[in-house]
Each structure stands twice: as structure tokens, then as C-alpha cells.
């Protein structure tokens, strides 16, 4: 079909800011990746220049005339092309309120804040980083309000994270979805059978890249539009039409590293399923964190520590490491991939305690920005929740409330998407299973082409045309639901641990 | 002492310029590191907008306005203030002569000719790259017509690699070196001693690069600001405090390899001993290329191929490759180290020889430019030049004039360079051992301090407040002559060859 012209200048504007952005996100990479550990003064002034720029871009005046000329049109086009001029007026409103001074301002405390909660956590000194987290906090309201949010702050930086999601709705999701995880994580704890993952050893970190890759290609990763490099923390970013996944191995923790790395195989794979032709566009481009989470999160555990993903891998990992795994029985290593037990830090959680670490995060953050609990009483207060939902009180703030890296980077309203993302993953499971019988044969065989495709036409295709409850909807026929994920925690783990 | 506000004003804003064309040099970088086969396309597009926001950026009317100011008070100024007004001057007034349209059509001209050059080489097709040859001289005349330089085109381009050299002084120099350099090789040619390079084989990547390391590392090379990677063809990118050189690996030529290497690590060690804090400004950026491969040429050739240097480093090469060397005496390694040999093609030619091809080079491109000879004729001037400097005539076209990828990148007045960096390396040498007595005796220890201090002091951390043909007479106190290039050859290389 021919697009009217107003639609067709909008995207190709759209599309040039896509590309200055995806300078950014290559430079972003290449900090993690490849920077001289003097030279980040000289990238933070290169990454300052590209924001100033895009900020220049992003706001002119001639952007928001475009904009109102695809919106004099709207009629004329279909829901996908309306879906693209929605989200680039919910972005031109949301960027022109901001101004240069807030911009760098943030940018600077978020630089400070970084390095403090650094300091303060090796110290395990939450004094000497209260004043920057309650910055951070001001931040993240200050620009909920300048962009018009100031009645529901928390929800709109949600919304950032994950569109459309509200405060509520994922109350009453994690609320559903406690009380049916907690005898789940209670019978495991306390069965008789326990995984031992301490007896993987020694896995040299040549051999575990040489297994990664094979299974990262196979999964149907398109290494002529991506790469895999290594960085302390795995990650996946570039952009376009050149992702770029990250890794870490760790010799006595493989499958740490392995699930990790196939957990990032998930995000990439979404980027490059997302339609080149509307790179810059909400067509090209993602959901939302919660989406992004469920692919990576799929791939990482529905298929990866599945039995039929095994009965194929397995000969070619023993074959890698035979002398390594030479002792260790087909059970015992399956157990050890499905290894499930608390853990004081939720990024060495299993998928079943996971969602408890995201709870207590959820809650904590929602009232810190709602102001129902103050920043002094932080530390108590993340105390208290620990002991209510993972049984225990930290050790330390700095094993609590100072584990993560997020609030000190202003990221308020993140969380929630990790467990959202695997409440829609194994949501998305059971209906694909489906609709594609046999497919775990398939998996068996080394296949696993019929559920990308099947991803990619369903998720993939449609960019962020739809947010996350109404793509739900669309694909299963209902909004989230955590039956789903309980259902599949049970039918996974509860085998394994009786 | 305190600086006028124009003049702040104005080094302010270059140096914010500064920043963003470092953006571009990382990913040009990034794109012969890193670019995955099939993002090509894309990262063309990222090159373009980031092109567009450059050219927009350097020719706005408040640039202008902030040189006039700083033009308006230069008495107050020092002389290196005054070279940094001088040089914003000249940089604005070429870039606002040109436009959006001329930049358009050259880039998009040079990524079909290169692309029609590689095709027409592997073919040896002359006839299939003469229209876009022909394309690249007609866009260098239009860019030196543009900026005002119709009656001298062929002195800008060289300016424009370094600047204030002209094509006499080039052609006084080249007639100079010529007839001494001509018996010198013959002498060579002729000698019964003849380096053996063939008995070097099978040098593994990873051996190779260990050594390289601790080269680079001991000349000085500042691994926390720059970087060393692998690329197809061994270049020095990045910029600023983020130097980021590449080398390659041939297993069956290791000595290629290595001095390649130390090769660009002069360029490197340049790059690094620029003053940060002028950054963006003429006193943070080289003299232009000649001067540039004055620093690369020294440490390789001057440095690297000499005695001193192997008296150190031979232990440690023979210990980390000794069965490769085992039946390899110091004399035959020293003699392949200093190999000297005519070979058809620039790039595999020693130090002796290389200044032929070049000159070869300069009056192609110098009468192509001035239209004394045609493109058709070219092929023909070509051979017949080759058979009078070099004493053969190229078996074909793509082992003769379409050898080079210069010319089909646009890069008319380059090559010169390449020769005036040996002239320079070796005027700077007599120099600087008289300036530094017992020098190759901290070569022979495996200190080279001195050396990077001196060239530090003299040449880098002047940046380009003196041209090539000034910087020479103030620090060897003459302009470029020849004399100590035919000096340096004849007392490295005779004694070898007799």
C-alpha cells in the first residue's frame, strides 16, 4: 500500500533519530566491551556531545509539526502505522518537557551515585550512600513531574520500563502469584533431593565459548548482523541491524555462565527479529522490558534447561568436557541446571526464588517514590520484607539493600519487568506448545527453528504495536496471568525435587 | 597565565567539535575491529547522519563569530594561542565552502569507486575502474575549486595531508633523494649477500602476540589509554585519550607483522603524546601525515631494524620461539630483519626501495591532477615510470597502477607523505643522537625513554603549532633534506650488503 506523504516524512525523520541513537547504544557497548580503563573521562565528554545532539534533535521544533501532520492523517492509515505516530507524539511530548539543565544534571548525580554506591557497598556503609540514593529518588519524581506525572509517579516510571503497566496491576499480579510460589519454593527447600552444582569444575573458559557458540548459532542467533564478546557483566546491546550480545565465563560456575549467555541469546534474538524496514519506528523496536525479558527468559529456561534441549546438547558438552564431566551422571547434571535454593543475592537466584527477590524490590521502590517508606527507613524496611518473602534477613545492607546496581543508576520502575517477563514467558509457553505439536522433539533434534518462527510472527514482527497485557491478550487470549508460571514451576521442578 | 574569554569561548566550542569527530573515528575504528559482515549498510547509515551533524555543527555562523572574536585580540595572544586561531580559521573557511550536496556525492562516489576498484583489481580490469577513477580526480579538483584553490589543485590536496608542503618542494626533494637512492639500491641488488626471509615459518598468532605486547608495552605505548587489536589491514584509529591500534598476524611472516606493529605504535605513541588538555584545538592534533610517519618510520626503521634494539630483544624472541629459530643464526636473523629486495608491490617493499614506489606515485598523481596526462594514458605512464625508477614494468595493471586503494578513496596527495616521514625520520635521528649521547646504548638495556622524551618534547607536545617544513628547521635547524635519509641507508644497510 502507498503511504501518504506526511506518514513517509515522519518515519524517515524517525528513522534518522533511530540511527544517531543507535551511535549511542554502539558506544554503550564499547564501553563495556573494549574501553582502556583511562579513557572513561574522555567517553564520558563523547557520550555528553551525542546527548546533547540527540537531545537537540529529538525536541526540534519541526519533529512536532511532522508529527501533527501524521496525526491530521491518522484516519488514513491502519493500526500498525497509527501505532508508530502514537508512540512518537507519547515521546516528542514526554522529551520536549525535559530541559538541557535537568538532562545533565541527572547525568552527572547518576555518574556520582554510580561510584558512591560502588564505595558504599564494599564498605557496607548505607550512610555513605543514603544521600545519593535519595537523589536518585528525587530524580526519578522530579522527572515524573516535569513530564506531567506527578499524581502517579511510580506508574509512569514503570511505564518507562514496561508501557502501559501499572503500579496496581502488578500488585496484583505478584499478590496471585505469592501466594501459590511459596509452598512451591517451601517443598523444594525441604525435599530430600538437593542439586550439587559444586562438582562442576575447572571448565576452561576457551572450551565453555567454543560450546556457547555452537549452541548460540543453533538457536538460531545471526552472527552476520551480531557478535558475542566478552564483558564482566553479560549484556545484550548494539542495535539495528548489529546486536551485540555479551558474555562472561567463569571456570568453576559454567552453567552460570552458559544460561547466562543463553539468556542474552533471547534478547538478541528479539532485536533481530524486530522489521528492519521500520528500524527508528515503534514497528522496529521493542515492547518493553517485561516482552524482552520473557524472550530471553524463554530461551534460558523453558527451552534451555528442559529435558529435550538436553537429551541434544548433552552428548556434545560431555564430548567438550569429558574429563570435566567424566563423574557426573545425566541426573546429577541435570539437577545441577535446575539447581533451585535461596540465595541472599538475586542475581544468583534460581528462576523459582527469582520472582520473590523481584517482589521485595517491587515494593520497596513503589513506596520509596510513593513516599509511604523514607529513605532512612530503607534498610530496616528491605529487612523486614527479606525475612517475610525469602525467610531470612540479609547479613549486610550491602548483601541487602545495596545489592543491586539499579537505583543508583535512577533506574525506578525496572524491576518489576523480570518477573513479568517470566510470567509472560511461561504464559506464551503453554500456548505455543500448542500450537506446535511435537515441538520439544523437535528440540531433541537440535531444531529449534519452528519456535523462532513461531516468535517471530507473533512477538518479533509486531514491534511495540501492542503493550505487553494487550499482546498478551492477543496471543493467549487473556491479560498476564500467573496460573501459567506456577503451572510450569510445578510441572518443571517438582519432579525433580520428590 | 590567564587567557581572553574569545580565545576560551572559541577552544570551548572545538573542543566540544573535537569530541564529535572522535565519535566517528571510534567507529571507524569499530567498523574494521568489530563490524559484523552483514551490518555494513547500517553502519553506512550511522556514518551519514553522524557526517550530516558534523558538517552542520562546524559550519555554524556563532563558529565563525567566535573566530572573528579571537581574531580581534591574536596580540594578545601567544604564538601557540595564535596557531590555534589560525588553524580554526583555515578548517572553517574550507568547510563552509562546501555543501551538503558536494559532501553527498563524494562519499557516495568513493564507497562505489572502492567498491568498483576491489572488483576491478581482482580482474585486472583497468578499463572496469577508469570511469570511477576518473570520478575521484574530477571530485578533488571540484573540492580544491571549491575551497578556492582552482589554480594550484594539486598543492591543496597535499596540504591537506600536510599542510604548507607544496608540490615543487615535494618535486626538489623527491629529484634530490632520487640520485642518491639509485646507486644505493643498485649496490644492494647487486651484493652477493642476499636476506633470507622464507627460513621464518609457522609463527603461531598467539606467540606472535605475546611478543607484540611486550614490545609495544616497553616502547612506551600507554596500554590504560589505547588499545591493540587485530584487523586486515593494521591501522592506528581512535583518538584522544582513547588510542586504539590494530595489527594482523601471518604465521609464514612474522617479521612483516611485527614490523608493522611497531610501525603503528609509532603513530600511536604520537597520537598519545599530544597534549590532552588541547584537545579538539590545533595544539591537540598532529602536524598532518608526514610528520606522522616521521614517528612511525622512526621507531620501525631507525629504531626497530637496528642493532640496539635486537641486542635486547633477541633473547626474549628466541626464547618464546625456539624451535622456530633454532637452526636460525643472530647474523641470517639480523640480515632477514634488514632485508632489502625491489618487489612490484609498495606494501611488501623495504625502506630502500619504498621511497621509489612512492615517487612513482607522486608524479602519477601529481600530473593526473594538473591533467598532463589523461586517465587512458595512465596505465602506460604508469609502466613506464616503473620501468624507470624501479627497473621493471608490472606484470599487470592490478600488480601496477591498481595496486594502491588511495586513489580510489579519494586520497589524491597523500602518498608523498609516506616518503617525507623518512626524510624526517632520519633528519630527526642524526639529531636527536647528538642530543642524546649513549642512546642505543638504553636501546641495547631495553630502555627507550629517552628517546619518547625527547620525542616528546620536540615533536608531540607541539602539536600543530609548526608545520613539517618549520617544525624541521627548528628543531634540526634546516628544512627536509634529503642528505640524512641517504646518511641513515647508507650506514644501515651497506655494511650488511657488502
Chains 1, 2 share one sequence.
Not at 76 to 83: C, F, M, R, W
Not at 390 to 417: C, K, T
Request: glycine share 8%; proline share 4%.
Amino acid at each position: 500500500m502507498s503511504l501518504p506523504p506526511p506518514y513517509t516524512q515522519l518515519t524517515e525523520e524517525l528513522r534518522r533519530l533511530g540511527y544517531l541513537g543507535s551511535v549511542s547504544a554502539l558506544l554503550g557497548w564499547d564501553e563495556q566491551v573494549n574501553l582502556p580503563s583511562g579513557s572513561a573521562e574522555f567517553r564520558a565528554q563523547q557520550n555528553a556531545i551525542l546527548s546533547d545532539l540527540s537531545f537537540r534533535e529529538t525536541t526540534r521544533s519541526e519533529l512536532g509539526e511532522m508529527i501533527a501532520a501524521a496525526e491530521g492523517i491518522t484516519d488514513e492509515l491502519e493500526p500498525p502505522q497509527q501505532a508508530v505516530v502514537r508512540e512518537a507524539r507519547i515521546d516528542y511530548d514526554k522529551v520536549v518537557k525535559l530541559t538541557p539543565d535537568f538532562i545533565k544534571r541527572r547525568a552527572v548525580a547518576q555518574s556520582h551515585a554510580f561510584h558512591a554506591w560502588v564505595k558504599a557497598r564494599e564498605a557496607d556503609d548505607f550512610g555513605a550512600f543514603r544521600d545519593y540514593l535519595k537523589e536518585q529518588m528525587d530524580l526519578a519524581v522530579e522527572y515524573a513531574t516535569l513530564t506531567g506525572h506527578s499524581d502517579k509517579p511510580y506508574d509512569f516510571l514503570i511505564g518507562e520500563f514496561d508501557p502501559g503497566m501499572t503500579g496496581d496491576t502488578v500488585d496484583t499480579l505478584f499478590a496471585a502469584l505469592k501466594s501459590d510460589l511459596v509452598p512451591i519454593v517451601e517443598e523444594i527447600i525441604n525435599s530430600p533431593v538437593q542439586a550439587d552444582t559444586s562438582m562442576l569444575k575447572g571448565f576452561t573458559q576457551d572450551k565453555q565459548e567454543r560450546f556457547l557458540r555452537e549452541v548460540v548459532a543453533k538457536l538460531g542467533f545471526n552472527f552476520e548482523e551480531g557478535r558475542l564478546d566478552r564483558s564482566v557483566h553479560p549484556f545484550c546491546g548494539g542495535s539495528g541491524q548489529d546486536t551485540r550480545m555479551t558474555t562472561r565465563f567463569l571456570e568453576d560456575l559454567p552453567l552460570s555462565s552458559l544460561f547466562g549467555s543463553v539468556h542474552e541469546t533471547g534478547h538478541g534474538l528479539y532485536e533481530q527479529g524486530l522489521p528492519k524496514e521500520h528500524f527508528g519506528t515503534a514497528l522496529g523496536e521493542s515492547v518493553g522490558m517485561a516482552v524482552h525479558e520473557s524472550q530471553s527468559r524463554m530461551w534460558e529456561n523453558q527451552v534451555g534447561r528442559g529435558r529435550a534441549f538436553w537429551k541434544f546438547w548433552e552428548p556434545r558438552y560431555r564430548e567438550i568436557f569429558a574429563s570435566e564431566l567424566n563423574h557426573v551422571s545425566s541426573d546429577a547434571l541435570y539437577l545441577a541446571i535446575n539447581a533451585v535454593g535461596v540465595s541472599p543475592i538475586r542475581v544468583e537466584s534460581d528462576e523459582v526464588t527469582y520472582n520473590l527477590h523481584i517482589m521485595l524490590r517491587f515494593a520497596m521502590e513503589k513506596q520509596l517514590i510513593e513516599g509511604t517508606i523514607s529513605v532512612d527507613d530503607a534498610p530496616d524496611a528491605w529487612n523486614a520484607l527479606s525475612e517475610e518473602l525469602l525467610g531470612f534477613v540479609p547479613q549486610s545492607n550491602a548483601n541487602g539493600i545495596m545489592q543491586d546496581v539499579h537505583w543508583s543508576a535512577g533506574l525506578f520502575g525496572y524491576f518489576p519487568s523480570y518477573c513479568l517477563g517470566n510470567i509472560l514467558a511461561a504464559q506464551l509457553w503453554y500456548t505455543l506448545l500448542d500450537q506446535l505439536p511435537g515441538l520439544e522433539n523437535d528440540f531433541e533434534q537440535g531444531e529449534f527453528g519452528r519456535l523462532l518462527d513461531w516468535l517471530r510472527t507473533n512477538v518479533h514482527h509486531l514491534g511495540k504495536q501492542f503493550y505487553t497485557q494487550d499482546l498478551a491478550q492477543r496471543i493467549t487470549g487473556e491479560p498476564l496471568n500467573t496460573d501459567h508460571l506456577i503451572r510450569y514451576l510445578r510441572e518443571r521442578y517438582l519432579p525433580l525435587y520428590t
